[in-house]
């Protein structure tokens, strides 16, 4: 039986948020299909219920919601007409348009209203159903509710400013979130993170209850990131050591934002050479298929011929830097 959902991207790069939710989706066995794509609107069609774990996981969509109506009708009057009954259960609800106004709120929760049984509740505020009408190419009636709530706000518990220990060019949650979904980890499987920083790729992993190693070659730094995931309540093996202390631990991918070039961060290795290095190592230790997900802002000092470029996004930070978030599969 096949079933859709509806994802609400966040603005930040709707590009990015709809390859996340199809690669996270592809990893964990729904067989998903693109059935409308409007930027920030997007519909996918499953093999099987989310399971709300899942749906936890996105770091770039907004919300989540399953589908109950998707057809080019336009007139709501005459939807409403043919759809049965909305059944759901005993909760309180809100009836919600997401898109550019087409009718007035009042006029949609009257009419869509009519198809709620009598016995649930209206709720303004906090319901815990939301009923949401989409009319763009396609009209979309959904439901929302509590079980399908993505990381899109929660993960910013995590951000650098709410960290005790933190740097001010660390990644921003929600990217280190999407950066780790695309690399085909499941829970329990494994994921590391080479130059680990403060632990921002360390939290959003374990977070998601992704196995998680850290290294980075300045002990303080080391301290950082144990102190961080504490903080969380989160636990991840955090190692002092060179990129080559990879070589030691078995792991499905690599997810790391590496230093920007300043020589304190790279003990005088300028960073081209330890690209390169690193990706020379990379080569020796992961399998076909395998990934790594990687944040930088000069894309060819990972050019390696045993690696092919899958994605590559662009996330502006300020006027003078422009990161690049490249997805890198062993061939």
């Known amino acids: 039986m096949k079933h859709q959902y509806l994802f609400e991207l966040g603005g930040e790069n709707t590009e990015l948020g709809k390859i996340e939710a199809m690669e996270l989706l592809s990893t964990e066995h729904y067989e998903p299909t693109i059935t409308l794509d409007e930027k920030a609107i997007i519909a996918i069609k499953v093999s099987k219920v989310i399971k709300s774990k899942v749906v936890r996981r996105l770091g770039m969509t907004k919300r989540v919601s399953k589908i109950f109506y998707k057809d ?45 049984p009598n016995h649930n509740k209206t709720r303004l505020e906090r319901p815990e159903v939301k009923i949401l009408y989409y009319a763009g190419t396609e009209t979309i009636i959904s439901i929302w509710d509590q079980t399908l709530e993505t990381y899109y706000k929660r993960c910013l518990k995590h951000h650098i400013k709410n960290r005790p220990f933190f740097s001010p060019i660390g990644i921003h949650p929600r990217i280190a979130r999407s950066m780790i979904n695309l690399a085909n980890c499941s829970e329990g499987e494994t994921m590391i993170d080479p130059f680990c920083g403060t632990g921002g790729m360390l939290i959003e992993a374990r977070d998601m209850k992704i196995n998680a190693i850290g290294i980075d070659i300045i002990r303080k730094m080391v301290n950082y990131s144990i102190g961080n995931l504490d903080h969380y309540g989160l636990k991840a093996k955090v190692v002092e050591g060179d990129i080559e202390s990879s070589k030691e631990y078995q792991f499905k991918a690599v997810v790391t934002d590496p230093p920007y070039g300043l ?31 990687m944040a930088l802002s000069n894309p060819e000092l990972v050019k390696n011929p045993n690696y092919d470029e899958i994605y590559r996004f662009q996330w502006y930070i300020h006027k003078s830097l422009t990161r690049n978030i490249l997805v890198l599969e062993k061939n």
């Open 72 to 116: 080019k009708e336009r007139n709501l009057e005459n939807i409403v007409n043919e759809i049965p009954q909305i059944d759901i259960g005993q909760n309180t609800f809100a009836i919600r348009q997401i898109s550019k106004k087409t009718m007035s709120e009042k006029d949609v929760a009257t009419t869509l209203g009519r198809k709620i």
């Open 263 to 293: 020589s304190t961060t790279t003990k005088g290795e300028g960073v081209s050479e330890l690209m390169k290095r690193s990706m020379n190592l990379f080569n020796k230790t992961m399998k076909k298929g395998e990934r790594i997900v």
